[in-house]
């Protein structure tokens, strides 16, 4: 499997995870045990740091495969401009294009 062959699985996964589970899948992905609660704090903190960090420094942001936007909307709250390069399950999962 090459490295393109891999990307692409892992992305079809996720967006027919998405497409499965709908409004459970934040639940799924990072709610339904205490491992995923974790890294779901872990990767929030790092991203709010990243961001209290460079407040003020960053005004535009491009986010590629932003999934089904679980950090979309954390990452919007700090920006001018949060462009999305959209993938099916952001759609899938019912937000909105930015």
């Not at 890294?39 to 495969?65: D, M, P, S």
Request: aromatic share 12%; charged share 30%.
């Amino acid at each position: 499997m090459t490295k393109s062959d891999l990307t692409e699985t892992t992305k079809q996964h996720y967006e027919d995870l998405v497409g499965q589970l709908g409004e459970k899948y934040f639940h799924h992905r990072w709610g339904d045990h205490p491992v995923k609660r974790s890294h779901y704090q872990h990767t929030r903190r790092a991203i709010e740091t990243i961001f209290a960090v460079k407040i003020g420094q960053v005004n535009e942001l491009l986010e590629v495969g932003c999934g089904s936007g679980i950090w979309t909307e954390l990452c919007d709250r700090e920006m001018r401009s949060l462009y999305n390069y959209l993938s099916e399950s952001y759609l899938i999962y019912g937000k909105k294009e930015i």
